[in-house]
């Protein structure tokens, strides 16, 4: 069977062949029916690739569903190359190994100097010498690139970071629809103040769960315990944030986009599992052209949405939907998948299609925020409960949020018919 690098390369030959074949003809261009063929036997090709990848992406998801294979992969991950460690990267492996006391005095110096006073003073009850260990600023960025992979909107959003985690409050005004008058002599001009409104973006705090290793693997010097750990969170805590981004309420966990949007587009009746060429025009145009024209403008959908829409045609039956590639680089740089000529991002979250679903999201996507507080706080935990199993604990708090920053309609959703 051949492995998911090989696969995917078949899918850029394939896609590269398409692309190129797609750009022979102008939009207003009909296909010749030799070329049209060759699309659609591309296309058909390229479709079964992705089944396959699909197939062996959901055995290893599947896998990392449960904690032993979660284990393996940290494990694969987390060998130490000797040297090849920063001081901050030595510091964090010494805290995990050793706890507080496992710091040099430089290392303890350093981290009390990152660390406020509240996580200072947050030791544990039952033993003294552990505590909170705040980590450097590096291991939060590598840890926020892992989380990526988790949610596309992750990798579109707007992103920042915050020291504290006090509510930031964004005033809004929608001011489309206002205009002006014309008065006669001495006629007083109308009042039309305009409307403002607030959105507030929180933060929540996430939790790792607990997370129990043997005295042994963490004492064993080939462990690089650091991946370990931050490929265990990244799992965790990816998840959890993605599922809060794309569908939170707002109450008590962030509002996710789907939630924040409005319907762009709803289809006809009897169309509870399906969008149509026109559906797609309809909901480009429902987001005002000021918002089309600006950079971070693409489609978000689930994969079973993408497997819809990629069998649309247009009115000059080419594919609407357009394969990427995975190119390099220094040479070409490679190309995305695109739908109508738009960059289409792929989440998890975004419901499939279904009745009354919004399963497709169009616009500028980055008016999506996400927000952290600076402080990723892991806990070592040595209580009884885990040193008369032979483990040490380790739990990690992250403070996060999200909202959809916009009262202009930036972003849109096709919605399916009720019936």
């Not at 690098?5 to 899918?11: I, M, P, V």
């Not at 494990?75 to 964090?92: D, H, I, R, Y």
């Not at 009897?270 to 909901?283: K, S």
Request: glycine share 8%; no cysteine; aromatic share 6%.
């Amino acid at each position: 069977m051949a492995t998911i690098a090989e696969l995917r390369a078949h899918r850029n030959t394939l896609a590269k062949s398409a692309q190129d074949l797609n750009a022979k003809y102008p939009a207003d261009q009909r296909m010749p029916d030799t070329d049209a063929t060759r699309l659609d036997e591309l296309l058909n090709q390229i479709e079964a690739v992705d089944a396959d990848i699909a197939r062996q992406n959901r055995a290893h998801q599947l896998m990392a569903d449960n904690a032993a294979a979660v284990h393996e992969a940290a494990m694969n991950a987390a060998t130490v190359t000797p040297g090849k460690q920063s001081e901050t990267a030595s510091a964090l492996r010494a805290y995990f190994v050793g706890g507080l006391s496992g710091l040099s005095d430089a290392q303890r110096a350093e981290m009390a100097a990152r660390q406020n006073p509240d996580i200072r003073n947050a030791m544990s009850t039952t033993t003294t010498t552990e505590g909170g260990y705040t980590t450097a600023v590096e291991y939060m960025k590598s840890l926020e690139v892992a989380m990526k992979s988790y949610g596309g909107l992750m990798r579109v959003a707007q992103s920042i970071a915050t020291a504290t985690g006090t509510d930031m409050n964004f005033p809004t005004a929608d001011a489309t629809a206002e205009v002006g008058e014309i008065v006669g002599q001495n006629v007083a001009v109308t009042p039309a103040d305009t409307a403002f409104g607030n959105i507030t973006l929180s933060v929540f705090k996430y939790s790792s769960k607990s997370i129990a290793l043997p005295f042994e693997l963490i004492q064993d010097s080939f462990l690089d315990i650091e991946a370990y750990i931050q490929t265990v969170l990244a799992a965790r805590l990816g998840r959890k944030l993605a599922q809060g981004i794309t569908t939170g309420s707002g109450t008590g966990e962030p509002r996710g986009i789907v939630t924040a949007v409005a319907a762009g587009k709803t289809g006809a009746t009897g169309q509870t599992t399906t969008v149509l060429y026109d559906d797609l025009v309809d909901l480009e145009h429902s987001v005002d052209p000021a918002y089309r024209s600006m950079a971070g403008v693409g489609y978000l959908m689930s994969d079973d949405a993408l497997r819809v829409v990629r069998k649309i045609k247009d009115t000059q039956g080419r594919p609407i939907f357009v394969p990427g590639y995975e190119g390099n680089a220094m040479i070409d740089g490679g190309a995305p998948d695109r739908l109508m000529g738009r960059p289409i991002y792929i989440d998890q979250g975004v419901p499939v299609p279904a009745a009354s679903a919004k399963s497709i999201l169009f616009g500028k996507l980055d008016k999506y925020v996400l927000r952290r507080v600076m402080d990723l706080t892991v806990f070592r935990m040595t209580d009884s409960a885990y040193t008369l199993k032979g483990q040490v604990g380790f739990v990690a708090f992250q403070r996060m949020g999200g909202n959809f920053i916009d009262v202009g309609g930036a972003v849109k959703a096709y919605q399916h018919s009720a019936t």
